[in-house]
């Protein structure tokens, strides 16, 4: 990959990759509208056929069924995490909603720190 030799030109070629990338997302979304209303149709229509799949011309398509984890009831799930200390029960991800709200009221939350993020932002220019 090259990049453009100038600031300006460089910044052009970002805003181009944004504005190329919102349409292909754009038909992504289509797609997966698409498929999830097909998939829907099947796991409606397959049950009622006493069919286990059904053939196409390119591939079989058949219900598969399994066991995700749902909590029902989080003060239980999280006094069990605490009796056993088994904190891999949980998914190691920081609540940065909850963390700022503390660090804006002067609060330290003890194990965190504030990681600086630096981003480029390109916005149209009026009259283009």
């Known amino acids: 990959m090259k990049t453009p030799k100038t600031l ?3 910044a052009d070629r970002l805003f181009g990759i944004k504005e190329a990338k919102g349409k292909l997302e754009a038909q992504i979304k289509t797609l997966d509208e698409e498929k999830r209303a097909i998939e ?3 796991i409606a229509d397959l ?3 006493d069919a286990g799949g059904v053939l196409g011309k390119l591939c079989r398509a058949a219900i598969t069924k399994h066991d995700v984890p749902t909590v029902k009831d989080w003060d239980a799930y999280y006094a069990f995490i ?3 200390k088994d904190f891999s029960l949980l998914q190691r991800r920081v609540g940065e909603a909850a963390v700022k709200e503390r660090w804006e009221a002067g609060e330290k939350v003890p194990g965190v720190e504030p990681f600086t993020v630096i981003k480029v932002s390109v916005t149209k220019l009026g009259g283009l």
Do not use: D, M
């Open 82 to 84: 605490l009796k056993h």
């Open 47 to 49: 049950p009622k056929s």
């Open 8 to 10: 300006g030109a460089c």
């Open 40 to 42: 829907e149709k099947l």
